[in-house]
Nanobody, 124 residues
Framework: QVQLVESGGGLVQAGDSLRLSCVAS????????MGWFRQAPGKEREFVAR????????DYADSLKGRLTISRDNAQNTVYLQMNSLKPEDTAVYYC?????????????????WGQGTQVTVSS
């Protein structure tokens, strides 16, 4: 499995932006499609965004479209999530996850490898 480490979370105000990073090690990142998920207290983990192993395909949760950009740099073994116009309801722990590149899914249970998560808190 690939090991993943997220960073970039923090405490911000509504309307601010953040860029989350996810650095992979152990296996080449281009073996994997990558996803970002989030989990708020008392809620189920939910899909945020995904990107194909080449970077040529991206997909976003309907409620978040227009405010997010997912990207990747396979040479740097890194995936990014740019989040703009943050809202208090975006407060959650954000996780990156990897799934073998033959699988294209938003279902978090199908992702094989997970990072430890990074906390994003948006104050009003």
């Amino acid at each position: 499995q690939v090991q993943l480490v997220e960073s970039g979370g923090g405490l911000v105000q509504a309307g601010d932006s953040l860029r989350l990073s996810c650095v992979a090690s152990g296996r080449p990142l281009n073996n994997y499609n990558m996803g970002w998920f989030r989990q708020a207290p008392g809620k189920e983990r939910e899909f945020v965004a995904r990107i194909s192993w080449t970077g040529g395909l991206t997909d976003y949760a309907d409620s978040l479209k227009g405010r997010l950009t997912i990207s990747r740099d396979n040479a740097q073994n890194t995936v990014y999530l740019q989040m703009n116009s943050l809202k208090p309801e975006d407060t959650a722990v954000y996780y990156c996850a990897a799934v073998i590149r033959t699988t294209w899914t938003t279902a978090y249970r199908l992702y094989d490898s997970w990072g430890q998560g990074t906390q994003v808190t948006v104050s009003s």
